[in-house]
């Protein structure tokens, strides 16, 4: 009986398989969003803290500079939140398609990808720091400048490292990884009387979510992007 029911689902699986093998090429669309994120947050980054330092150089420590510098230091650590989770949630995918197809073609960059999540912790660490020492520092506005200063180094170094990223050499790797990972659903969509490998349903499956995750995450920071921009630029060239 039970080699019966196996046999009754087995159509469906063949369904299912080459569903997925149909949707694996939005990976490659995932990786390319995530990646292009990471680099247009370092960049403006890298802007901004720049910015701030041009803001106190200018005006001086006036009470209304000072808010203002702290009010962008707050959206600077949520911003580097975001872009710290953009980087995992990259590196989670691109290590779900090695272990898919059991590849470490990627190390490389997930090695990279992995540092440079490290940078962006500790750049939020530091902004956080003079955030949670705001009362003393504001007082003290060499101290304030020697911060922003280190602040504006940390993120240029960050912005560097992220575009020396070469997202075509990955767009590329990952290509021909989502074939491999295709030719072996292929395969297991080929089963007569067997059931497919758990372990690659499992894998697969755990793939594809966090494909949608990075996609989805990338729409949400696009959309919030958006709004953001004109006061982005504002403060930027201001």
Known sequence: ????????M????????????EALPNIASGVN?????????????ADVTAALLNKLHENG???ETLAAIKTDLMNL?????????????????????QNVTGSNNLDGIIGQLQSTKSAVDNLKVKVDNLLGNWGAVEQAPEQLKQQLQAINQEANNIYQTVNSIDVSA?????ASLIVEAQQLLTEAG?????????????QVDKLMTSTSKTITQAITFLESYQKELPAVQEEIHS
Do not use: F, H, W
């Open 170 to 174: 990955i767009q590329t790797e990952v």
């Open 190 to 202: 080929n089963i007569t009387n067997t059931i497919v490998n758990e372990d690659l349903i499992g």
């Open 61 to 63: 420590v006036s009470n």
């Open 77 to 97: 650590s949520a911003q580097l939140q975001q872009q710290s989770n953009m980087i995992q949630t990259v590196i989670e995918l691109l290590q779900d398609l």
């Open 33 to 45: 969003s995530g990646l292009q994120i990471v680099k247009t947050i370092s960049k403006e980054t």
């Open 1 to 8: 009986q039970l080699a019966k029911d196996a046999n009754k």
């Open 10 to 21: 087995i159509p469906q699986v063949k369904e299912d398989l080459n569903k997925v093998s």
